[in-house]
């Protein structure tokens, strides 16, 4: 889930750099140290969302086999025909399913030239909200040639909750807060976990086109598996932008506009872009993690400075993903 930038910045090379531009961190320490080795955790994972906004981390605990699993799921998926993959495709009423890539005639720089497939938690049929009829809680579309998608990308779905909720338990000790300060809001959380595909960019397309432009994330933070192609691009502090690779069995955390609010801009949701001009195609797995639908985003009273106003204005998560989902409508067709 994303916030577009179109602009000047998608007209930016990135460069390549040392990866310790994006510090790479091993989380095994917090899942199973002492206070001490956890609070180490914590200072190091706070000081990259205060610099970038961006941190790889090791030692997660997510299997191998797992992770080889949804990537398995993800190539096959896209594979299939356009009319097999549009038996499971989204509506302007239906948030889960494929959405194709939405090009127009030609790439431009405001081209979304990726394919996503989209799941969400399913609550029980006679949930209220199910019944309800809002769109935030229909079932999950499968396709029907992979009978075994839903069982993987749901066991995959279940260990990114267990991971975003040890990631929320960092993120608020390195502000200084109680480590369960957040867990209170993602009792039935709107995450969604999404599977990308990114065809290559064609060698004469203009160095202003992307796969994906220049955005944020809205919701408070992104767990991306990233295959072994590499693509993504982080912008730094300076202005200039550099690749963020992938490192083998590492997952990439960025911190989004949610967590950003909540820290009062202590932390950076920063700007990030794909471009797949690497010469084979590109999967993604990324994890967003978003509240519950009626949380309340704002500073946190402790983060605010005496006498000064918060950075940030208070966001309804609900009204605010809605927008999100409804930019996805008012695309031009393939």
């Keep these: 889930m994303?916030?577009?930038?179109?602009?000047?910045?998608?007209?930016?090379?990135?460069?390549?750099?040392?990866?310790?531009?994006?510090?790479?961190?091993?989380?095994?320490?917090?899942?199973?140290?002492?206070?001490?080795?956890?609070?180490?955790?914590?200072?190091k994972i706070a000081d990259a969302c205060q610099?970038?906004?961006?941190?790889?981390?090791?030692?997660?605990?997510?299997?191998?086999?797992?992770?080889?699993?949804?990537?398995?799921q993800a190539r096959r998926f896209f594979a299939q025909s356009v009319g097999e993959k549009a038996a499971c495709q989204t509506s302007p009423d239906w948030n889960r399913g494929w959405i194709p890539s939405q090009i127009g005639s030609s790439l431009t720089r405001s081209s979304r030239f990726f394919e996503q497939f989209r799941m969400q938690?399913?609550?029980a049929q006679d949930d209220p909200d199910v019944l309800s009829g809002s769109p935030f809680y229909k079932p999950n579309r499968w396709p029907a040639a992979m009978p075994e998608m839903a069982?993987?990308?749901?066991?995959?779905?279940?260990?990114m909750e267990r991971?975003?909720?040890?990631?929320?338990?960092?993120?608020?000790?390195?502000?200084?807060?109680?480590?369960?300060?957040f867990q209170n809001v993602f009792r039935k959380a709107l995450s969604q976990l999404s599977l990308h595909y990114y065809p290559l960019i064609p060698a004469d397309a203009g160095v202003d086109v992307s796969n994906m432009v220049a955005h944020t994330d809205e919701g408070p933070l992104t767990i991306l598996a990233q295959d072994e192609t590499g693509g993504l691009e982080v912008k730094c502090r300076d202005g200039s932008w550099i690749a963020a690779p992938p490192i083998e069995?590492?997952?990439?955390?960025?911190?989004?506009?949610?967590?950003?609010w909540w820290s009062n801009g202590r932390y950076i949701s920063n700007l990030h872009r794909v471009r797949n001009r690497t010469g084979v195609e590109r999967y993604t797995v990324p994890f967003f993690l978003n509240p519950d639908f009626d949380t309340i985003v704002e500073p946190i009273p402790e983060l605010v400075p005496p006498g000064e106003q918060p950075v940030h204005?208070?966001?309804?998560?609900?009204?605010?993903?809605?927008?999100?989902?409804?930019?996805?409508?008012?695309?031009?067709?393939?």
């Design 51 to 72: 610099q970038i906004g961006f941190f790889y981390i090791t030692g997660h605990g997510v299997s191998d086999d797992l992770r080889r699993n949804i990537f398995a």
């Design 163 to 181: 991971l975003s909720s040890d990631l929320l338990r960092v993120f608020a000790l390195g502000l200084g807060l109680n480590e369960d300060r």
């Design 249 to 260: 069995g590492a997952f990439t955390i960025n911190v989004g506009d949610m967590l950003m």
């Design 151 to 159: 069982a993987i990308c749901n066991a995959y779905y279940t260990e």
């Design 2 to 43: 994303s916030r577009m930038e179109k602009g000047a910045d998608d007209l930016a090379v990135a460069h390549s750099v040392a990866i310790s531009e994006v510090p790479l961190i091993d989380f095994a320490p917090f899942r199973t140290g002492n206070a001490q080795e956890r609070a180490a955790v914590a200072a």
């Design 313 to 334: 204005a208070p966001v309804h998560v609900g009204r605010h993903l809605m927008r999100f989902y409804d930019s996805f409508k008012t695309l031009p067709k393939e």
């Design 121 to 123: 938690a399913d609550l």
